[in-house]
């Protein structure tokens, strides 16, 4: 049973940096994994994702701000995130699927029809 578990949301101003990890017990596969965030009132949206050949994809607004990695010893998909904005404020969340990346269009992939498994979330907010 694949469980996601992410940590390392908070509260910080803007400017500011946060790393969030998400841990994957039970997840074995060399699955495209990623992240989304969905803010108070809006649309969930791809944030970033990463192929099992560290392959890595970002949304245009995150772009040059944040970075996706996998730590393949501990399982574990992290998102470093500098030069917060009060508009990344949101609920951030972790998934994997059972096919890699290139499996499917950058499309599918951000609007998130892929994805096998979640995770429930850690809140980020940004303070301007």
């Known amino acids: 049973q694949v469980q996601l578990e992410e940590s390392g949301g908070g509260s910080v101003q803007a400017g500011g940096s946060l790393r969030l990890s998400c841990a994957a017990s039970g997840y074995t596969r060399n699955g495209c994994m990623g992240w989304f965030r969905q803010a108070p009132g809006k649309q969930r949206e791809g944030v970033a994702h990463?192929?099992?050949?560290?392959?890595?994809t970002y949304a245009d607004s995150v772009k040059g701000r944040f970075t996706i990695s996998k730590d393949n010893a501990k399982n574990t998909l992290n998102l470093q995130m500098n030069s917060l904005k009060p508009e990344d404020t949101a609920m951030y969340y972790c998934a994997a699927a059972r096919r890699d990346c290139n499996f499917y269009t950058r499309t599918r992939i951000f609007v998130g029809d892929v994805w096998n498994w979640w995770g429930k979330g850690t809140l980020v907010t940004i303070s301007s």
């Open positions: 990463i192929s099992s050949d560290g392959t890595t």
